[in-house]
Each structure stands twice: as structure tokens, then as C-alpha cells.
């Protein structure tokens, strides 16, 4: 049986907040655009979702926040009328699990790197033979730094062993859930890398960059979390735009007016394809018309990851002036980043619960992700009890699998991105966090700016 197809502008194969941000931005900005989106699931959203505790509480259990100082991020906001409605922590201080207790966060880190020597002076994360080596930085000669430097080389290297083990390995490892040894220095860390390609030290070269204006850090959505963001967005584009879900895309072809998208009882012809897909999913629909890219993306590495929200009973002595930390991989605990989220977010302040959210799960462990359920909640509970000092033993609990969550930006990740680089000439793009940033704002810039090529060549 011969499907119909459909001749349209655009179609999107993803419905995470990448696709849905290429759709809301082609649509908005040209009329009579036509626009189709494919998402695979049985609604649109990726990996923001939300479920209830104690009942009837909505909690986040993929990302739990956005970088509302990206300017896209702001845009986003104010296009979708959601400005107001952003809600920022009450305490946004992060901690960083080290011996035994939680310590700030050092002031004026970038991606893991304590810029003043003054602040490393005076945190207690760094013994004098770690103070004096980051220091050393000042004076070391130059070395080169390539796109497959990896994050371990270049910090160790630059200021020491400590800096690494003790800042750069639980916050940059714990924002890509990944192994400093192996992720590429220039793509994970590129405000090291480029401040190292413009000066000898590295402390020097962080503290010569520019200042940044942008109000705004952390935020979301209260009280019903990110979901809002997607909700707002489909309902959005849902008017305008052929929006499909449950409607995985099958196959990619080329046709005489551009490209032919197949689903399993459907066919769009467009002139130009988006492709929102984790990496995996996009080798299978590049296969075999973009061979090469479709190989590259196939090596493509990801870490599994866990959430676990813990609903304690309340105490009158549970405020904690460190709300969040992150815990390294050389620590014996499971769970790798913990948040009282009852503490940082008003929203989530009940009267009969004390709300704790952690996550487990990085590249190259599988062990959480090998236990049962019960199994991982009951070593969640044992794992707040003994880092917050607290009774976690009791109380709800939700927990949320996500298989292949995160990827891993490898060493050959700068030349995954030229060889895709090549197939935009031929109207096909990919978007999303395999590409230019894990974060929720990082797909929202992207998403913007491919929307924007797209718009200049219909």
C-alpha cells in the first residue's frame, strides 16, 4: 500500500525541549510556515517529566532547572508569557561532599576551577601542597591544548591533581554524570579551554574574562515545575504546527524536492529535516543515506542515570544552610548529587513532608542501575542518613530510570561536529544535548539558532 505525503516546509523527528523550541521558533517567526513534528512518545517533553509524591505534590523527576541567565532562555520565557511565572531558589548555595561534611563551593568558580587564589587559600577542600600547586599555575609555561585533550590533562596539568579530584571531577562530572579522563577539555569545559588558548596560565586566563551582566541563575516553573515550559510551548505550536504523538519517524530519504520522512503509516515530504534525537536513535535514521555521520553518532557514549525523591517527616531542625551538594566519584556513596529541595525551592516547603531529591548513576557505573528498585531507594536512604546526618529511613519515595540520560562529549566529539557540520548543506540539521550542551538551556540556544539557519534558506 502506497503512503500519502504530505508537502510541507519543515519536519521535526523529536519532541523534546530541542524540537519543540526549532517548531515554536520557525512558527513564530514566519507565517504560513508549515511546520509537521514527530515525537516517538505518547506525549512531547524528552526528558523534562514530571510524577506526584506524597500523592498529589508535583516534583520533577528528569532536570529540575534552567539557566534563566541564557538569554534564550529569557526569550523563550517572555514569548511563551511564562516570565513571571519563574520561580528562583531561596537558597541557591551548592556544596561539595568532601571528608565527611558538606563545603561551599568556593566563590567564583568556573567549571570547577577556583579563580581567586585567595578563595582556594581559605577553602578547607585543599591541603597546602594542593594551594601551592593550583598556584604554580601562574608560572608554568605554556602547553597546547587540542580538541582531544581531555578535562583530567588539562586541569592536572594546569593547577593540580586536588583542584581536579576535589572541584572539577563532582561538578563537571556531576553536570554530565561523566568521567573527567574521558570527556574532551574544549566541548565539556570550553571556558578552560579558551581561556587557555588565549593566555599562558590558566587562573589568569579565567580571571581576564569578561564579566557577565545577565541577571538570573537557577529557576523553574512553580508549582508545577519544567513541565510548564513544555506544556506553554505545546500549546503554542499545537494550533499552527501538525504536531504527532506516538509517531516514531522510521526512515530518511532523499526525494526530488528535498526529503521524504517515513512513520509507520505515514509520509511527509519537506524541504528540510530536523533531527531532535538522542544520538542513537539519529545514526538509526541518518543509516544509510549519511553513512559516515550515522557511524559517528553510533559511537556516541552515554551514562544511565537515577532520580530518587525521598518525602522524610518534617523536623523542626532540618534547614540546611547548604541545601545541594555534589559528591565525587572517590567518595564510597551511591547517589552522586543530593538537594533539600524543601530548602531551595519555596514551592516545595510542605507542611507535613521534607522533600529531598538525589541522583545516582555515571559513565562507566552501572551499579545502581543493576539493583531493583527497593534495592536503590533503600541505599538512597542509607546514603542521605549518613551525608545530611538525618533519619531517612521512612517517608515516600519516587524513583525514575533514565537509560542512556546523558552523553558523553569524547575526545572525538569536535570531529562528530564538523563531519555533521556537513550534512546542513543539504537541509537536514540535528539538534538536542548530543551536540552543543547538556543542559536544558544549551537546547533551547541551539534549537533558536537552527531555526534561524533554516528560516534563511526557505
Known amino acids: 500500500m502506497t503512503k500519502d505525503s504530505h508537502s510541507i516546509d519543515v519536519v521535526i523527528i523529536g519532541g523534546g525541549i530541542a524540537g519543540l523550541t526549532v517548531a515554536h521558533e520557525l512558527i513564530r517567526s514566519r507565517a504560513g510556515i508549515t511546520v509537521t513534528l514527530l515525537e516517538a512518545g505518547v506525549a512531547p517533553g524528552g526528558k523534562i517529566q514530571s510524577a506526584n509524591i506524597l500523592g498529589n505534590h508535583p516534583i520533577d523527576v528528569g532536570p529540575d532547572a534552567l539557566l534563566t541567565a541564557s538569554g534564550a532562555v529569557r526569550k523563550l520565557c517572555e514569548e511563551l508569557g511564562l516570565a513571571d511565572a519563574l520561580a528562583y531558589p531561596t537558597n541557591g548555595t551548592t556544596g561539595i561532599y568532601h571528608r565527611g561534611s558538606i563545603c561551599a563551593v568556593p566563590p567564583g ?112 516553573f512553580a508549582p508545577g515545575g519544567l513541565t510548564t515550559l513544555v506544556d506553554a510551548l505545546t500549546s503554542a505550536i499545537s494550533p499552527v504546527a501538525d504536531l504527532r504523538t506516538a509517531t516514531p519517524a522510521r526512515s530518511l530519504h532523499r526525494s526530488p524536492a528535498g526529503w521524504v520522512v517515513n512513520s509507520d503509516d505515514d509520509s511527509w515530504s519537506s524541504r528540510h529535516v530536523v533531527v531532535a534525537l538522542p544520538a542513537p536513535q539519529a545514526s538509526q535514521l541518518l543509516f544509510p543515506t549519511f553513512a559516515p555521520q550515522a557511524e559517528l553518532l553510533r559511537s556516541v557514549e552515554y551514562a544511565s542515570v537515577i532520580t530518587v525523591t525521598l518525602a522524610l517527616p518534617p523536623e523542626p531542625h532540618r534547614r540546611s544552610a547548604i541545601p545541594g551538594c555534589v559528591v565525587p566519584p572517590s567518595d564510597e556513596h551511591l547517589i552522586t548529587a543530593l538537594t533539600c529541595i524543601s530548602d531551595r525551592w ?113
Open 109 to 220: 568558580l568556573i567549571s570547577g576551577v577556583p579563580v581567586s587564589p585567595a578563595s582556594l587559600a581559605r577553602s578547607p577542600m585543599l591541603s597546602l601542597h594542593g594551594m601551592l600547586r593550583a598556584s604554580g599555575d601562574l608560572v608554568l609555561p605554556k602547553k597546547e591544548f587540542t580538541a582531544a585533550s581531555t578535562v583530567a590533562d588539562m586541569v592536572t596539568s594546569r593547577v593540580g591533581a586536588e583542584v581536579l579530584t576535589n572541584f572539577v571531577e563532582p561538578l563537571i562530572g556531576g553536570m554530565y554524570a561523566g568521567d573527567t579522563r574521558y570527556l574532551s577539555a574544549k566541548y565539556a569545559t570550553p571556558p578552560l579551554f579558551q581561556a587557555l588558548q588565549q593566555h599562558r596560565s590558566l587562573l589568569m586566563g579565567l580571571r581576564k574574562r569578561p564579566r557577565t551582566t545577565s541577571r538570573g541563575g537557577l529557576g523553574t
Open 346 to 458: 519555596e514551592h516545595h516547603r510542605l507542611p507535613d513532608a521534607y522533600l529531598v531529591r538525589c541522583s545516582l548513576g555515571r559513565h562507566g557505573d552501572e551499579r545502581a542501575w543493576l539493583m531493583t528498585d527497593e534495592e536503590i531507594i533503600q541505599r538512597v536512604r542509607t546514603d542521605v542518613t549518613s551525608i545530611l546526618r538525618i533519619d531517612a529511613s521512612t517517608g515516600d519515595a519516587v524513583l525514575k530510570r533514565w537509560e542512556n540520560a546523558l552523553p558523553q562529549y569524547g575526545p572525538q566529539h569536535g570531529a562528530m561536529l564538523e563531519s555533521l557540520g556537513e550534512i546542513e548543506a543539504d537541509n537536514v540539521s540535528l539538534v538536542g544535548a548530543a551536540y552543543r550542551g547538556v543542559g536544558i538551556a544549551s537546547c533551547i540556544e541551539h534549537g533558536k539558532a537552527t531555526a534561524e539557519r533554516i528560516l534563511g534558506r526557505l
